[in-house]
């Protein structure tokens, strides 16, 4: 790989990154409010009576999706160490997008 392409794949993948890292954080606020929101709203109806809550089968689900996150994270560091250059300015662009945007 010539120095001119390394610097094309890894300025694509850094705007790429800037862009999902963006619409992640942006997409991430508002999903947030919403299970606020309806978290909320199934507490308040517990508290009140008219419905019950099985907190073991919400600890069963919260734990499924904690484990399919850390694979996720696994699979995309294999990745990440396959495609260090254009993955490593994908990855600083990211971050830079969701913390400082």
């Given at each position: 790989m010539e120095i001119n392409d390394l610097g094309?794949?890894?300025g694509f993948s850094a705007i790429v990154g800037y862009t999902m890292g963006f619409a992640a954080k942006k997409s991430l606020k508002i999903l947030?409010?919403?299970a606020g929101l309806f978290l909320t709203g199934l507490f308040g109806?517990?508290?009140v009576g008219l419905i019950q809550i099985d907190m073991d089968?919400?600890?069963?689900?919260f734990e499924t999706l904690q484990a399919a996150?850390?694979?996720g994270a696994n699979a995309y560091?294999?990745?990440?160490v396959g495609q260090l250059p254009s993955?490593?300015?994908f990855t600083a662009a990211f971050?830079?997008?969701f913390k400082f945007h």
């Open positions: 094309l794949t890894m947030m409010f919403v109806l517990a508290w089968g919400l600890r069963n689900a996150a850390r694979e560091l294999g990745w990440l993955a490593g300015s971050v830079a997008a």
